[in-house]
Nanobody, 126 residues
Framework: QVQLVESGGGLVQAGGSLRLSCAAS????????MGWFRQAPGKEREFVSA????????YYADSVKGRFTISRDNAKNTLYLQMNNLKPEDTADYYC???????????????????WGQGTQVTVSS
């Protein structure tokens, strides 16, 4: 079955960096658009970033633009999120997600994604 497993979360001071990874199995990774979402305590899950199946198109929430970079390695079936200059408001559980509709991808829409990982916790202290 399809599995998405996030890793790389942790506790970091404001201004620091983390690199999240999402290892995918059970699917043809290179055929899926991928996304990162996050959910802070008491808040709804929100879009962070997404990348097309080929990696040629990337998308970012305004709140992370210029600080986060999404990338993928289709040979390793892995999605990444490099997070720099982290802020306390970035504290959340981070989830990766896979969208099977490679040609009609709505990157910011939660319902567009078919598979979700279990999440990895990111805590940014001030």
């Amino acid at each position: 079955q399809v599995q998405l497993v996030e890793s790389g979360g942790g506790l970091v001071q404001a201004g620091g960096s983390l690199r999240l990874s999402c290892a995918a199995s059970g699917l043809t990774f290179s055929s899926y658009a991928m996304g990162w979402f996050r959910q802070a305590p008491g808040k709804e899950r929100e879009f962070v970033s997404a990348i097309s199946w080929s990696g040629s198109n990337t998308y970012y929430a305004d709140s992370v633009k210029g600080r986060f970079t999404i990338s993928r390695d289709n040979a390793k079936n892995t999605l990444y999120l490099q997070m720099n200059n982290l802020k306390p408001e970035d504290t959340a559980d981070y989830y990766c997600a896979a969208d099977a509709n490679k040609y009609k991808h709505y990157p910011t829409v939660l319902g567009a994604y078919d598979y979700w990982g279990q999440g990895t916790q990111v805590t940014v202290s001030s």
